[in-house]
């Protein structure tokens, strides 16, 4: 009978995190992480295997990250958890005994039931290295490709394969690329980007019928067009993928997620759950909501790991922020938190604060990008609730400040007079610097 | 007679947040700026001239941030502050009088007395677009130039000069180039690719004699070695310029900066200082410190402007966090709050924690860059005291989440597990995201 400590379902950022984080937590215990694919693609990299990468092989998570903390990994299939006895069944291994388990089996694409959804050449976009080498390989075939859903995935895809010359049309159901993350201005911003550099896009409509024998040759929409297809590509999303777990008796919500508290404990004491499996709870609104990112997953796993045999004070879960970044010709684009939009829908009271900005200083230095920030805040408390920047490289990290203060509840006036690191090369002048530009524009409306 | 409701000597960083600032807060007042020179250079901006600019128009802080903002500009030299009566002399114009008056008249370059520091060519760093000019129209008959200084901006100003093909020497009188700002390891790392690009560095020696008739010639230095040196170029620190507080009676401390309360006021209750005239005070040691820094005069302006008529409880000057960045040779530097070596000497128990990663994922795409990254925190409280990183550009904005931080008083728990947005093109992975990975380490070791 096999038996461990603390065995890990899944091998992706969430699975990885628990197992290292556990190892230098809990010291010399044993750890299992036992995963159903041979290699791991490094998730959020997957869409520029299609354009700047052109090989899967370089987009692998390497398996030293576990093997040097001393953490087994087994390839293997999970066929049933019973959490009773407090063990799980594989397809090729000896049953595996646990004294604490984490899920972290991640996601799966949706696959929408449009009629004509079982013709060939219509790609979810699974994280499988051979899956995904084999659409690489397919995709030279291609030249009319239809990317269905404009979020990051959607957007990023169509811009990666557009590198190789292909027409791209990218469907977007609702009127804005983006908008899950985006107020209409940037996502303006970002759709103009696609269109000046060839990217067909239409929005307000979706998927009717896809046509073709044997493989996609058109595809029928909502607003009347047929257009040609040689490919398509879905990225109309992910949900949690939580089979094993609602098998075995753990609790789930309504859209399958498994449900977890601030420890990531769920209905089982002996069971937590992180990641895209796991329920995802807003950070301001206390719902439920379907947010998965790695970065997320990342920071659960850190507090199962962190928790997993004790429940320590220090690491608590106070509900996803959905930080984001992308980037887009040469532009990029990072939000937090709400957007305005949101934000009304869910019948807070704000305040917007907006700043443009040179991300270099002087603005004569070559490679100077304007920066376009909006922030928002609560009115009654001055509480900052959502930021969205536009500009250079820069914006990958400058969003994390503002993860940092939402997660830390700070105020305009906290965030007008912060004090910060400026320079020439590397960021917008001490006198205009955005966070604090955006913090004073609120501040004069509140 | 002529009256304004607010005047401010000075029209740098200090002097236009302060007035722009109040303009915002305090609405339709009488506001005029006064400075001594017709154009502002960026100061930051200035070793810039002399390499990637080559035009000293390039740097230059447009008035419009003052006339926009219906701010009236003189440009004149005040002689005089009558703190009594409440007005000031100047050279040009009628007395002005006051009702709060806001001083930021800046810092000047500390001259050594060196024997022979009155020959030509041996050029302080002033921050005057004529001076510059001059210095730039000179620099190309110099071969062989000497920088005295090795802090950041000895550092920048020899980068940029080797551009024109020039045989750089930089004197340290320490061990160390950037020692004030980095502990040995970052130090080492810049010096390295100093020496790699052909910057000479000659540390722990000092200027015993400049020679020459009329013109500089060579400089006999303490370690004994004589060098040549068609001009030399003084990095040797700045000091706060406040002779017209002292001679107005305003209190100084013993490094004659004014001493100022956490609403920036002085000893006269109508009066104000910000910028590098003003007394700073380390955030942890309370101690005064001579950090003077552009974008430390931008928070006090604001704090200044916002509090000028009236005391507002919301912001005030917690102190200097010493935040910093640079750039050399392609690769980025950071670092905020105390250095190992610092902290240690001020008598703190710390913990220390380090992570290496790359600032893209997967690592295999273009232009990916290894981060370096050292956290102290205090040994009881666990609490973040300073940072230090190298990279690439995201640098820049990484050192302003850990300034963030520490004016948050976060520990090393909230930093191993908070929430950030991460992408390919533009951060770490989330698994290896540097914050987190540095603060885990320094958690290893508590």
Known sequence: MKKVDLLIIGGSAGGILSATTA????????????????????????????????????????????????????????????????????????????????????????????????????????????????????????????????????????????????????????????????????????????????????????????????????????????????????????????????????????????????YMRTSDPDILAVGDCAQKTCFFTRNSVPILLASTAAVEAKIAGYNVFKNKLTRKNKGTINAFSTKIYGRAFGAVGLTEKQAKNENFDIVVGEFSTMDHHPGSLPNTQTIKMKLIFSKYSGVIMGGQISGGDSIGEMINILSLAIQQGMSAADLNTFQVATHPLLTASPIAYPINGAAMNAIEKM
Chains 1, 2 share one sequence.
């Open 23 to 262: 190892r230098k937590v809990y010291g010399d215990i044993d750890i299992t992480v036992i995963r159903d694919k041979e290699t791991v693609m490094v998730p959020c990299g997957i869409p520029y295997i299609y354009g700047t990468l052109k090989d899967t092989s370089k987009n692998i998570i390497p398996d030293k990250m576990l093997t040097s903390n001393n953490i087994d990994l087994l390839v293997d299939k999970v066929t049933k958890i019973n959490k009773e006895e407090k063990y799980i069944v594989t397809e090729k291994n000896e049953d595996i005994y646990y004294d604490k388990l984490i899920i972290a089996t991640g996601s799966l694409p949706i696959i929408p039931s449009f009629p004509g959804k079982e013709l060939n050449n219509i790609f979810p976009v699974y994280k499988d290295e051979v899956y995904l080498k084999n659409l690489l390989e397919k995709m030279s075939d291609f030249q009319e490709v239809v990317v269905i859903g404009g979020g990051f995935i959607g957007v990023e895809f169509a811009e990666q394969m557009k590198k190789s010359g292909k027409n791209i049309t990218l469907i977007q159901r609702g009127d804005k690329c983006l908008r899950r993350n985006f107020d209409a201005e940037f996502s303006d911003e970002a759709e103009k980007l696609l269109l000046e550099n060839g990217i067909n896009i239409k929005t307000n409509t979706q998927i009717e019928e896809f046509i073709g024998e044997e493989c996609i040759k058109e595809i029928k929409l909502s607003n009347g067009e047929t257009i040609k297809a040689d490919a398509v590509l879905l990225g109309a999303g992910v949900k949690a993928n939580s089979v094993l777990a609602q098998d075995a008796g753990i609790e789930v919500n309504d859209d399958e997620a498994i449900m977890v508290n601030e």
